[in-house]
């Protein structure tokens, strides 16, 4: 067996109920799984399947009813909200559906946003975004603002910025649901290039041909999780019990 | 993120919606302006009526006839009480050890003419005490003198306001003739101005010599008023009590409720007058702070509005790592700019107003610099008071509900 690559993403049980007036929903039901680094993992399922739920839950803006939720060593659960902020900031890299940039700001300024409040220094964060949005082959539209882009190119500065804080995951919510298809392949052939680059990114989406960019599709329904296969091409990833929803891996390992 | 930054940040957010933002200044550039404007027109008010008072003279005490309290009775007769004897009696008793000098005085008004000019101006009956009393000073020529008095001179002092309105092609009034109530009197002499304005001008005056006041013109024996300088201010309320039961004897009243007379020094006028101005600024400084109140409510409102407006923004602001803290600081930073620049508009509004104010009133420019720190205070306070709630309410949106808000 070759070296195991690092756990990024440890969610053992979780299950999200939501309580209305008279109503008791249950979005997710008993989920479990592990996402290591370098991993790109989809996650598909029709509406209401709860992946949005589950896509929350990982980007640290949700917490589960219950179950553990263990993210690059550190445990979400007895969060404060501040606390959940800081870890986002430091390991999640968000990219949305509706991009989500400030409006009419900067592409500059919207890809620094996160290291201000991460208390990088001016210089340093000048320097940064303006490396990452060269990346994403930004780097004529500096000081464009973000109304002033195309649905692919806003996209692509979200990409910039989630990527500035250097973060443990990328985490796509239906990254291409709102641009044109041509430029969506744009996109994908981003994300193709950043999990070359050694990102681990999750994605969530309902459209099969762009999951089928990714190596590991984990196919939820109902709030569980009705498929999870890997495809057999490129980089061998170490395939665990883990995956099939078993969480018994003592947790010394998980967390290094 | 440092401070400058967020400052600089809530500026460009604010800069993005100029109409709204304008709007929600508008608010606290009225109410701090109309504070500003307000104060300073009651300040001006009371030190401009303070320092015509105070132009009577030091130690003045004025004895006018009338009772003080009389209960439900005030008869015509008693305004006739006050006689020159009794100005000489105050003047001459060896009983009377605190009073320096004594101006028995008539004063009425009347219309005068000279020339093709005329005006209702006011007349004063007076002796050469008056001058010193008073406190006037000659511009020109003489004032009235003892022989004047004693032969009824129909001779005349005008006030530099008084000549103006007479003599409105400013030709010097020394020597001309004029007509009071129809009798000709030649002006001898001109004072200088004393400043004040509106009631009670020092300048819109004219002085005739008492005997000529009440046998000539206006045929009457009694006094209007006597003014008396005491020996020095600590002796004010002391000569006030001499001359009272020195007046009581004289005029055969045993009860002092019942006298016909009343004696004002100058703190009581002082006093009196201090406050009706004082009620008038504290009742505009009201109605000002309500107008500011109404300011702030704009801010929130706007604050409130704008919350709602950028609920994406804000659960995209936490989902990329701002803390509460963050959030709050920059909600408030906004409103306090809006209120700091509302403010600084304001103070500039307020102090051009109370200048048009003082120029077109002709009164006093009064700004106090008290009332600009309260206004820097009240506005920079409005904008935490009234941008706390919205800035609170901003900051604990939950990113996902934020995010999901359409």
């Known amino acids: 067996m070759s070296i195991k690559p690092k756990t990024i993403i440890q969610a053992s049980h979780l299950s999200k109920i939501y309580h209305t007036s008279d109503l008791e929903t249950i979005a997710l ?46 445990n979400v659960e007895n969060l404060t909200d501040d606390e959940l902020s800081d870890i986002r900031n430091r390991k999640i890299g968000f990219i949305f559906q509706a991009f989500n940039l400030l409006p009419r700001t900067t592409t500059m300024k919207n890809v620094m946003l996160p290291m201000a409040y991460a208390g990088v220094p001016l210089e340093q964060r000048l320097i940064t975004a303006e490396k990452f949005l060269r990346l994403v082959g930004l ?16 996209q692509r500065v979200a990409i910039a910025r989630s ?48 999951a089928e960019h990714a190596k590991r599709i984990i196919h939820i329904k109902d709030g569980r999780i009705v498929e999870d296969s890997t495809k057999h091409q490129q980089r061998k990833i170490v395939s665990s019990p883990l995956l099939k929803g078993d969480a018994a891996q003592p947790r010394g390992i998980l967390n290094k | 993120m440092n401070f400058i930054e967020l400052l600089l940040e809530s500026f460009n957010t604010l800069t993005l919606n100029k109409v709204r933002t304008g709007l ?44 003080q309290r009389t209960g439900n009775v005030r008869t015509a007769t008693s305004n006739t009480t006050l006689t020159e004897a009794d100005a000489t009696a105050i003047a001459t008793s060896p009983q009377i050890t605190t009073i320096a000098s004594v101006s028995p005085e008539f004063s009425s008004r009347a219309q005068v003419t000279a020339g093709g000019n005329n005006g209702n101006i006011s007349i004063v009956g007076a ?24 032969s009824i001179a129909r001779v005349a002092v005008i006030g530099p306001q008084a000549a103006a309105t007479l003599f409105p092609d400013g030709s010097s009034p020394l020597g001309q003739q004029i007509r009071i109530t129809g009798q000709t009197f030649t002006i001898v002499g001109v004072t200088v101005t004393k400043g004040g304005s509106g009631f009670g001008s020092q300048d819109n005056i004219i002085f ?11 045929g009457a024996d009694h006094l209007t008023s006597v003014a008396m300088e005491a020996k020095s201010s600590d002796v004010m309320t002391a000569a006030q009590n001499e001359v009272g039961y020195f007046l009581l004897a004289r005029h055969k009243i045993t009860d002092p409720t019942k006298a016909d007379f009343t004696i004002m020094s100058q703190a009581d006028i002082l006093s009196a007058a ?12 009201g109605v000002a702070a309500i107008s500011l109140l109404v300011g702030g409510i704009g801010i929130m409102n706007i604050m409130l509005v704008t919350v709602t407006e950028r609920t994406r923004e804000i659960g995209l602001r936490k989902a990329l790592g701002a803390k509460k803290k963050t959030i709050i600081t920059q909600f408030l930073t906004e409103s306090i700019i809006l209120t700091f620049t509302g403010g600084i508009i304001g103070i500039a509004l307020g102090i051009f107003t109370s200048y048009i104010i003082s120029v077109v009133s002709s009164s006093l420019f009064i700004v106090s610099p008290s009332s600009i720190l309260l206004a820097f205070v009240v506005s920079a306070g409005i904008g935490i008071l009234f941008g706390w709630y919205p800035a609170q309410r901003a900051s604990s949106l939950q990113p996902i509900e934020a995010l999901r808000y359409e």
Do not use: C, W
């Not at chain 1, 399922?45 to 992946?51: E, I, N, T, V």
């Not at chain 1, 780097?139 to 806003?154: A, E, I, K, V």
């Not at chain 2, 009526?49 to 003045?60: K, P, Y």
């Not at chain 2, 005739?208 to 206006?218: H, R, T, Y």
């Open chain 1, 163 to 210: 990527l500035v804080m250097n973060p443990a995951i990328l985490l796509a919510d239906e990254p291409t649901g709102n641009i044109a298809s041509a430029q969506a392949d744009e996109i994908m052939a981003i994300f193709q290039k950043l999990n070359d680059d050694g990102h681990t990114i999750v994605m969530i989406t309902h459209e099969p041909d762009i």
């Open chain 2, 127 to 150: 002796t050469p005490a008056y001058l010193t009393i008073h406190k006037i000073t000659m511009d020109t020529g003489v004032f009235i003198q003892d022989s004047d008095v004693s």
């Open chain 2, 208 to 218: 005739v010599p008492l005997s000529a006041a009440q046998k000539v013109l206006f």
């Open chain 2, 274 to 285: 201090s406050s009706t101005t004082g009620t008038f600024t504290t009742l505009l400084s």
């Open chain 1, 139 to 154: 780097g004529d539209r500096l000081s464009h603002t973000s109304n002033q882009l195309s649905g692919g190119q806003q």
């Open chain 2, 24 to 67: 929600a200044i508008l608010g606290i550039v009225i109410g701090i302006g109309s504070v500003i404007a307000l104060v300073s027109l009651g300040q001006a008010t009371q030190t401009s009526i303070q320092n015509q008072i105070q132009s009577l003279g030091a130690n003045l005490l004025t004895i006018n006839p009338g009772a």
């Open chain 1, 29 to 74: 039901n008993d989920v479990s799984f592990e996402i290591k680094e370098g991993e790109f993992v989809a996650i598909m399922g029709p509406s209401g399947s709860g992946k949005s739920t589950l896509m929350h839950i990982i980007g640290a803006l949700d917490k589960p009813t219950s179950g553990t939720y263990i993210l690059d060593g550190e």
